[in-house]
């Protein structure tokens, strides 16, 4: 089945409208840490399901060990929020919230869930917030979250994505890294949304362009 990909006015509003949306995510993340946070562009595509795993591979790294929290959503549109670590993220992270010992495993994922809770909360708050207007005229009501759940503990990155249990046939991707000034961390933030979401977000993206 063929991927029909974002024009480039689209892409450009979902640069747009996710950039200022991780930019929220990427502040309180560096309140709560009490460091500077340095984001990356929004990286943006529409692809078929059998080669998400190949793409977020080559974003985070070739045989990189990582760990990674997920928190569907669902409403008018629905998706995936998955936030990556490196090996080293918890380390850091717990180092930034003042804890002195080593964290046990449990600590750690608590750890990882609460960070995780709070970049996509964030994020996905300040994307819904730019497109309220929109999506309301479409009979749109609130996104709802699960709650964030361990997804995958330790393992390359390129296997994150078992495209084998999921029933979708493509996905639009959304990517933004986090990295922590004078530290050896980085944490990526991905969205994925299937099929029926696409065409509303490719609705949405050109009312939004549209609105200006």
């Known amino acids: 089945m063929s991927v029909r990909p974002l024009t480039e006015d689209q892409r450009d509003a979902m640069q747009e409208i996710t950039n200022i949306a991780m930019g929220q995510a990427g502040s309180l993340l560096a309140t709560l840490l ?100 929109i999506t309301e005229a479409h009979g749109a009501g609130e996104l709802s979250f699960s709650a964030p759940s361990l997804m995958a503990e330790n393992v390359p990155a390129e296997v994150l994505i078992n495209p084998d249990k999921l029933t979708w046939t493509h996905a639009l991707l959304m990517e933004v890294n986090f990295t922590l000034e004078g530290r050896n961390f980085i944490s990526h933030l991905c969205m994925l949304m299937p099929g029926g979401s696409i065409e509303k977000m490719r609705n949405i993206l050109d009312e939004f362009v549209a609105s200006f």
């Open 34 to 133: 009490g460091v500077f946070v340095n984001l990356s562009v929004p990286r943006i595509n529409v692809l078929a399901l059998s080669d998400v795993a190949d793409a977020i591979g080559s974003m985070v790294g070739r045989n990189i060990e990582i760990t990674a929290v997920r928190q569907s959503f669902h409403g008018y549109l629905r998706g995936e929020a998955i936030v990556i670590y490196g090996r080293d993220g918890c380390k850091e992270l717990g180092d930034l919230m003042g804890y002195d010992e080593v964290l046990d495993r449990t600590d750690e994922i608590e750890l990882l869930l609460d960070v995780s809770n709070i970049l996509v909360g964030a994020c996905l708050g300040g994307i819904i917030d730019q497109i309220k207007g």
